[in-house]
């Protein structure tokens, strides 16, 4: 009765309300203090949000008995986490700690601008009141550093596209991302090795040289240009420096963005220990060709970002203006410094086509030339496609001529797979086509001076025939200048 009486009496808003009063004092009186980490911080996600699920996905700090387990797509390790609504008590120098993940339906009436999870997701941590001050100066501190431990060497690394184009998902992440597993290494990279351990060592510098870069006040980020034809190694390379540094690879497809605000919000979103690839950036901008690309099929690109294209000439989807400016800021400017220890890479077939602004010193540090197959590189595809070591007299012969056949690792390890249960007929085939290269290339060559030759010849004949007109005046003028003087 008295339940009914309640119930009619109080309606269930001020019952609600007066539940909330009761709790929040309650708190008050409390020996504990609590911190939201809540997913999504406004616009932003939370960072700390996604370092506390991974810190807490490690199996190591684990304690709770409800748990749950994801594998994702491709992965190779199962994560834990702690299931909605569930507790996981962790401890820290000797401090307890209790981690709680709430998760809520969110009003569907909210506003925004962009489209929210329909979950509203968030960490609570409850700490005794007295530890409140370990937590806040060093616990959560642990925690992030912790969370990028785990990620770098448990995890998968992340291979991130923006081939949603400009939109972004429910989270705010204009970033799509798989795992990461290209077995390209070091090792297994065919380069000369004086040029592969300049490459390592730099590397290396660059991510040990935080301290560097800060004495120095630069930014701490370094370019790589990969240059050279098909199949050389240019995207292994890059697999390889992804690999060796336990970086996540961001492969920016420049024909995915429309504007300069874009790129500077998907560089925004990037996170630090990465490498962010732009493929073939001769054909992904119009570079050469900028001013004449209305009439080509591809989008239009301005060099000048402070002359915006006029209307109507922005390409087919209009208002489209991404600036080889642009991409300097992006990679260059104010904006490219909103992360740190990160490596930007382009890779280009024809760096003769690249715009000058792109390939003076300062702009790319390291300008790397992967070129055909040379002998050295040759024997490190040896050694690890057949496990050849020794060199004996085919190789000989084939050191000779491997320069002038000007064959790609990738033509070379094709040759090298299909006949892999049977190393001299490899090594016999491979010695075959090389002369043949070599012989094509040498006649190449030959007929390209020939035709030199001759156009050299035309040249000077042409010059010649201008040169007449002037020699026949000369000496006309001569016999005038005598008659008057015999006339005087
Ligand atoms: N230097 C190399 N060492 C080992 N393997 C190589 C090398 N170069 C090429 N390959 C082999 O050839 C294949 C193609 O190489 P890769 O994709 O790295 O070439 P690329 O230079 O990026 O070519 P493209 O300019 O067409 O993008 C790779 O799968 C790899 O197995
Ligand atoms: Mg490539």
């Not at 190779?76 to 609504?85: E, K, L």
């Not at 920016?252 to 925004?268: A, D, G, I, Q, Y």
């Not at 901008?285 to 209307?311: L, V």
């Not at 300062?362 to 992967?370: E, K, L, S, T, V």
Request: hydrophobic share 35%.
């Amino acid at each position: 009765f008295c339940q009914t009486l309640l119930h009619t009496v109080f309606p269930p808003e001020l019952r609600f309300a007066s539940l909330k009063f009761f709790q929040r004092h309650l708190k008050w009186f409390s020996s504990y203090c609590y911190y939201d980490i809540t997913e999504i911080d406004g616009v932003n996600t939370n960072e700390l949000y996604n370092a506390v699920q991974l810190y807490l996905s490690s199996s190591a700090s684990i304690t709770g008995t409800h748990v749950s387990l994801t594998r994702g797509l491709n992965s190779s390790a199962f994560t834990f986490g702690v299931s909605n609504n569930d507790r996981l008590v962790d401890t820290y120098n000797g401090t307890i700690v209790e981690w709680e993940h709430v998760v809520t339906q969110r009003q569907s009436q909210t506003f925004s601008w962009r489209p929210l999870p329909e979950e509203k997701r968030g960490f609570t941590l409850r700490v005794k009141k007295k530890n409140r001050q370990v937590v806040l100066d060093s616990y959560l501190d642990f925690v992030m550093e912790k969370a990028n431990e785990i990620r770098r060497k448990n995890q998968d690394r992340l291979l991130y596209t923006n081939s949603r184009g400009g939109s972004s998902d429910s989270r705010g992440h204009p970033w799509e991302s798989v795992p990461f597993k290209h077995p390209s290494t070091f090792d297994t990279l065919a380069m000369d090795p004086v040029k592969k351990s300049e490459i390592m060592a730099d590397l290396l510098d660059f991510a040990n040289g935080e301290s560097f870069y800060r004495r120095t006040g630069r930014a701490w980020k370094r370019g790589y240009l990969l240059y050279g034809p098909p199949g050389t190694g240019k995207s292994s390379m890059i697999a390889a420096m992804a690999n060796y540094l336990g970086y996540d690879i961001y492969d920016l497809e420049l024909t995915e963005v429309n504007t300069n605000s874009e790129l500077r919000k998907l560089l925004m979103k990037t996170s630090s220990k990465s490498i962010i690839v732009i493929e073939d950036i001769d054909c992904s901008i119009n570079f050469s060709n900028r001013k004449k690309s209305a009439n080509s099929g591809a989008r239009k690109y301005n060099h000048d970002s402070a002359s915006p294209a006029p209307p109507g000439t922005n390409g087919e989807d209009g208002g489209s203006t991404i600036t080889l400016s642009g991409l300097l800021n992006f990679t260059d400017g104010l904006w490219s410094c909103c992360g740190s220890e990160r490596i930007f890479v382009f890779t280009t077939n024809h760096i003769e086509k690249l715009d000058p602004a792109l390939l003076r010193s300062g702009r790319m540090d390291m300008h790397i030339n992967m070129s055909y197959c040379s002998f050295p590189a040759f024997k490190i595809l040896l050694k690890n496609y057949m496990g050849y070591e020794e060199t004996d007299l085919v190789l000989e012969e084939l050191e000779e001529v491997i320069d002038e056949a000007e064959m790609t690792p990738a033509d070379i390890s094709e040759v090298l797979i299909k006949n892999r249960r049977d190393k001299s007929k490899a090594v016999q085939e491979l010695l075959e086509a090389m002369k043949m290269r070599a012989e094509k290339t040498r006649a190449k060559k030959l007929l390209e001076s020939n035709r030199n030759e001759i156009q050299d010849k035309e040249q000077e004949q042409e010059k010649m025939t201008l040169d007449i007109p002037k020699e026949g005046f000369d000496q006309l003028e001569e016999s005038c200048n005598k008659d008057d003087e015999k006339i005087r």
